[in-house]
């Protein structure tokens, strides 16, 4: 099946720092998001970028699916930024069935 | 309009126990799936549901089954429970399901003692 990688698997950032979260992944997809799991579980959508690039405030996306890479810019890092956060494809066959990758943990230091 | 809603939120069974969750997608989405999520296993596909017919299926053992109801409600249950079910759960509702943007619920944390 897919496989799907994430770097780095941990990254400590003081208040006001940029990153990079990277995802690579092995094969064609219907689909590809990227979320942040919050302190209680939850998975908050970030981005729905099977392709192309997106921006939302201090963050901002951009899918190369014919390199099968994603990558996720956090800008001028905040505290509240700290958490994990995921990769997931779907892929290109029947139904929707996510496959995650294994997550960036991320600690903005004040 | 109305996220994801998952119950119970929080749940302590004993070994050998059989146990239900429920996942109410938002309005309008027909497509639910379901996902465990441990320590060591990260984030695992159990299965999909789509207009109330089951869609794909994960490797997990018989033991873990599903069902999705006409208002597109949909319910994962798992029987004689062991030490090793214990996990996140978290459901997701899509429109449409392939190609679409998922919404992930808050989970169902499962404790088995």
């Known amino acids: 099946g897919i496989q799907v990688e994430q770097s780095p698997p941990d990254l400590i950032l003081q208040e006001g720092a940029n990153s990079t979260l990277r995802c690579n992944f092995s094969?064609?997809?219907?689909?590809l998001q990227w979320f942040h799991q919050n302190p209680w579980g939850q998975l908050i959508n970030l981005f729905y970028?099977?392709?192309g690039t997106k921006q939302n405030g201090r963050l901002s996306a951009t899918t190369v699916a014919t390199e099968r890479y994603s990558l996720l810019y956090i800008s001028s890092s905040q505290t509240t930024d700290s958490g994990v956060y995921f990769c997931?494809?779907?892929?290109?066959?029947?139904?929707?069935?996510?496959?995650f990758g294994p997550g960036t943990r991320l600690s903005v230091l004040p | 309009k109305a996220g994801v809603t998952q119950t119970p939120r929080y749940l302590i069974k004993t070994r050998g126990q059989q146990v239900t969750l429920s996942c109410s997608p938002i309005?309008?989405?027909?497509?639910v799936s379901w996902y465990q999520q441990t320590p060591g296993q990260g984030l695992q596909f159990l299965f999909e549901?789509?207009?109330?017919?089951?869609?794909n299926k994960g490797n997990f053992p018989g033991r873990f089954s599903g069902r999705q109801f006409s208002n597109s409600r949909s319910e994962m249950n798992v029987s004689t429970l062991e030490l090793g079910d214990s996990a996140l759960y978290l459901c997701?509702?899509?429109?449409?399901?392939?190609?679409?943007?998922?919404?992930f619920g808050q989970g169902t944390r499962l404790t088995v003692v």
């Open positions: 997701a509702s899509s429109s449409v399901g392939v190609g679409t943007e998922a919404f």
């Open positions: 094969d064609s997809v219907n689909n």
């Open positions: 970028i099977p392709s």
């Open positions: 997931a494809v779907e892929p290109d066959n029947y139904g929707q069935n996510f496959v």
């Open positions: 309005s309008g989405h027909r497509s």
């Open positions: 549901y789509f207009s109330e017919t089951q869609r």
